[in-house]
């Protein structure tokens, strides 16, 4: 089995910066996607960023694309979020996900096989 552990999130002020950790542990080795999910209070979930494990290809939302990185490090079987220039609308429960398959559009795809229990983002105006 997989688990994915996330961290990091926390409140800053607009312009600010964050990075958050999703920890895969488990049979690490087995996941071939991996994407970032938010989803603010009334809003629908939205995936925001996603990595190919073994190629690191990488996609990102329009919402953050120059402003949100998404890197994995194989080593520590672990994948980050650098969040710059937050935005008020950038609050959000921020969720990782896993798959198991390179899945062919991983910002709209919903087969993902493993899910965290999310970390805070709050940013202030």
């Known amino acids: 089995q997989v688990q994915l552990v996330e961290s990091g999130g926390g409140s800053v002020q607009a312009g600010g910066s964050l990075i958050l950790s999703c920890v895969v542990s488990?049979?690490?080795?087995?996941?071939?996607?991996m994407t970032w999910f938010r989803q603010a209070p009334g809003k629908e979930r939205e995936a925001v960023a996603s990595?190919?494990?073994?190629?690191?290809?990488?996609n990102y939302a329009d919402s953050v694309k120059g402003r949100f990185t998404v890197v994995h490090d194989i080593v520590k079987s672990t994948m980050y979020l650098q969040l710059n220039n937050l935005k008020p609308e950038d609050t959000a429960m921020y969720y990782c996900?896993?798959?198991?398959?390179?899945?062919?559009?991983?910002?709209?795809?919903?087969?993902?096989?493993?899910w965290g229990q999310g970390t805070q983002v709050t940013v202030s105006s």
């Open positions: 996900a896993a798959a198991r398959a390179n899945l062919w559009s991983p910002l709209n795809d919903s087969r993902y096989n493993f």
């Open positions: 488990g049979a690490a080795y087995t996941i071939r996607t």
């Open positions: 990595i190919y494990t073994q190629t690191r290809t990488t």
